[in-house]
């Protein structure tokens, strides 16, 4: 980053999302966080156990990356990398929403390190959902959080076995079998 400052780095979380080659591998090996609501694929939460790092060695890092990216002294020297007003507002706003968002990093960092339980969920040793995300779902639904019970929010993962791969390249077949004829009797 701090060479190529003009540059703005996308620095990611992955998301197994389903029928994705990431989501059939995560699923297959038992490192997709099952009670975790769709609602909660995306950054700050972590929805995999990790395969390298511990959560808050995880969560340490991708805090220290994106406070480096969103630093003052990173905005300056991309401040210095361009004459467009109109580049140096994108990176202000970048920078500014990357800084509000570290906000989120470090909650979840900070219930890694106090909360036990929290801490066991996203290790992969308890299948319970933290009141964490209960609490945050309800809130993301505001006044129809009551539609949906608490066995509702957990999402039906399936993988899908090799025979329904199978059965899906028939089911495409037939259908270009359907199309060629529908184009033969025109």
């Known amino acids: 980053m701090e060479q190529t400052p003009f540059v703005w780095p996308a620095i990611n979380i992955p998301v197994p999302f389903g029928g994705t080659p990431l989501y059939e591998e995560l699923l297959g090996s038992g490192r997709i966080l099952q009670a975790m609501p769709f609602s909660f694929y995306y950054a700050p939460y972590v929805v995999t156990t990790l395969k390298h790092y511990d959560p808050i060695s995880y969560y340490e890092k991708l805090i220290e990356l994106l406070a480096c990216a969103s630093s003052p002294s990173m905005l300056k020297r991309r401040f210095q990398s361009t004459a467009h007003w109109q580049v140096k507002l994108v990176h202000w706003a ?93």
Not at 135 to 163: C, F, H, I, K, W
Not at 176 to 181: F, I, K, Q, S, T
């Open 94 to 186: 970048r920078t500014a929403s990357t800084r509000a968002s570290l906000k989120g990093y470090r909650q979840i960092l900070q219930r890694l390190r106090s909360d036990a339980q929290f801490r066991a969920f996203h290790e992969g040793r308890s299948d319970v959902l933290p009141e964490f995300y209960h609490q945050r779902y309800e809130r993301m639904l505001g006044q129809y959080a009551g539609l949906l019970t608490r066995t509702d929010r957990v999402p039906n993962l399936a993988q899908s076995p090799a025979a329904s791969n199978a059965e899906k390249r028939a089911v495409v077949a037939q259908a270009g079998d359907v199309a060629a004829y529908s184009i033969e009797v025109r």
